[in-house]
T-cell receptor
Framework: GAVVSQHPSRVICKSGTSVKIECRSL??????MFWYRQFPKKSLMLMAT?????????EQGVEKDKFLINHASLTLSTLTVTSAHPEDSSFYIC?????????????FGPGTRLLVL | EDQVTQSPEALRLQEGESSSLNCSYT??????LFWYRQDPGKGPEFLFT???AGEEKEKERLKATLTKKESFLHITAPKPEDSATYLC????????????FGTGTLLAVQP
């Protein structure tokens, strides 16, 4: 149980375009989902916390107008990287919490590798 | 400031050679400590959650322990398939549900 999927697994886009990444909890309802970014040989950095039906909470230094997050249902959250630039190239990973309490164990998706040319 | 430090950065073991990975943490109040395994190009895979000092959890060749300042991930008789990066994360008490990750230990088990 507690399976989280992401789509696409890999995407290459041109500079200036927008890219949407989907995160789905497949076998449970996730009140809270999280979006992380990971650079090579670095740890995961939380970008934002997304609660179903409400606005996402962004971490300090993360541009909310650039990284649009929508959590439309209890099983789906999306991250849209708007007007992507090469410096946005990274590994984006989502996670979902199984319980009503968001601080319970988070289960992670397989990640999305974004390359902006 | 809440902080997590993992050591060593990298560890190379022979198959069957037991060892331990360390996770030291500094938080205002610990809500939970988490261990994950991450394979290259994949998302982290959940291993354990520890909530209070003295708690221990086991899964196959892995055993996680927790004190008030650190956690250890003991690997007994490792196999090549245990090769991965092991991540430690803490969640502090307070208003946020943020996980603070360490930079991980890259484990390589040679046959």
């Amino acid at each position: 149980g507690a399976v989280v999927s992401q789509h696409p697994s890999r995407v290459i886009c041109k500079s200036g375009t927008s890219v949407k990444i989907e995160c789905r909890s497949l076998d449970f309802q996730a009140t809270t989902m999280f979006w992380y970014r990971q650079f090579p040989k670095k740890s995961l950095m939380l970008m934002a916390t997304s609660n179903e039906g409400s606005k996402a909470t962004y971490e300090q230094g993360v541009e909310k107008d650039k990284f649009l997050i929508n959590h439309a249902s209890l099983t789906l959250s999306t991250l849209t990287v708007t007007s992507a630039h090469p410096e946005d190239s990274s590994f984006y990973i989502c996670s979902a919490s199984t319980g009503l309490r968001a601080w319970e164990t988070q289960y992670f998706g397989p990640g999305t590798r974004l390359l902006v040319l | 400031e809440d902080q997590v430090t993992q050591s060593p950065e990298a560890l190379r073991l022979q198959e069957g050679e037991s060892s331990s990975l360390n996770c030291s943490y500094t938080v205002s109040g610990l809500r939970g400590l988490f261990w994950y395994r991450q394979d290259p190009g994949k998302g982290p895979e959940f291993l354990f959650t520890l909530y209070s000092a003295g708690e221990e959890k086991e899964k196959e060749r892995l055993k996680a322990t927790l004190t008030k300042k650190e956690s250890f991930l003991h690997i007994t008789a490792p196999k090549p398939e245990d090769s991965a990066t092991y991540l430690c994360a803490v969640q502090a008490t307070g208003a946020t549900n943020k996980l603070i990750f360490g930079t991980g230990t890259l484990l390589a088990v040679q046959p």
